[in-house]
């Protein structure tokens, strides 16, 4: 669970740090065309080459961002592993809102360790009420 959480981290501090070459790390390269990312509020991007794309535009066009996470749950069946956390984010253009983001990661495990075939971000538009 530890390399796990590691590759998870990875994509996070790719993102945050706005590295290309390590979010294509973080990506898997086996199954190119199997691959879905979905940015909150945007329409569902398949294959390598469109998510990577669609990330480098994001990161450059990102001044700041940080992200805490919580809520963290890793489930591991055989070599697939999803990662469920809320995305607590943290960016230049907050002016005092907590933006929260729920994500799904799915990653599989291939000989040079953990690699992403799917993000899911959707974003939390209010706290639901149990009273």
């Not at 535009?57 to 697939?80: C, E, K, R, W």
Request: hydrophobic share 45%.
């Amino acid at each position: 669970m530890d390399e796990v959480e590691a590759a998870n981290a990875a994509l996070y501090s790719a993102f945050e740090t706005g590295d290309v070459d390590l979010m294509e790390a973080v990506w898997d390269q086996e199954e190119p065309e199997a691959l879905v990312c979905v940015h909150p509020g945007w329409p569902m991007l398949r294959g390598r080459v469109a998510i990577l794309r669609s990330w480098s535009a994001v990161m450059a066009n990102t001044d700041y961002i940080q992200f805490f996470l919580t809520d963290v749950q890793v489930a591991v069946a055989g070599p697939t592993a999803i990662v469920t956390c809320t995305e607590n984010v943290l960016t230049s253009a907050d002016v005092g809102e907590n933006t929260s983001v729920v994500a799904t990661n799915v990653f599989v495990k291939r000989a040079e360790g953990w690699r992403l075939l799917v993000h899911h971000g959707s974003p939390v538009l209010g706290r639901l009420s149990h009273e």
